[in-house]
Nanobody, 123 residues
Framework: QVQLVESGGGLVQAGGSLRLSCAAS????????MGWYRQAPGKQRELVAT???????NYADSVKGRFTISRDNAKNTVYLQMNSLKPEDTFVYYC?????????????????WGQGTLVTISS
């Protein structure tokens, strides 16, 4: 099994910054893409940013220029640096990892989610 543990959420004022971290643990897995998504109560989860193992990034238009995703492949950890935060960035943020789990000669798809971390931006 693969587990994702997030940290770094909290309450900050508008204009402030936060850095989220997400570490994957387990055995016999290989992660290709990692990403951050966010969700408000009663709403669909939406993409924030993704990054491949090669470092290719993708951002939602709403966060471009303010958020930066990065990863440490050796530590199976992904980060989200969030600057110039706005009240509309208030969500629960979820980490996602996609790849494969290896069991003997068999490979299974991996699509894991963290438990979520609350980010609240006050005006």
């Amino acid at each position: 099994q693969v587990q994702l543990v997030e940290s770094g959420g909290g309450l900050v004022q508008a204009g402030g910054s936060l850095r989220l971290s997400c570490a994957a643990s387990g055995s016999d897995f290989r992660i290709n893409a990692m990403g951050w998504y966010r969700q408000a109560p009663g709403k669909q989860r939406e993409l924030v940013a993704t990054i491949t193992s090669g470092g290719t990034t993708n951002y939602a238009d709403s966060v471009k220029g303010r958020f930066t995703i990065s990863r440490d492949n050796a530590k199976n950890t992904v980060y989200l640096q969030m600057n110039s935060l706005k009240p509309e960035d208030t969500f629960v943020y979820y980490c996602n990892a996609q790849g494969v789990v290896v069991s003997g000669t068999l490979w299974f798809p991996l699509d894991a989610w963290g438990q979520g971390t609350l980010v609240t931006i006050s005006s």
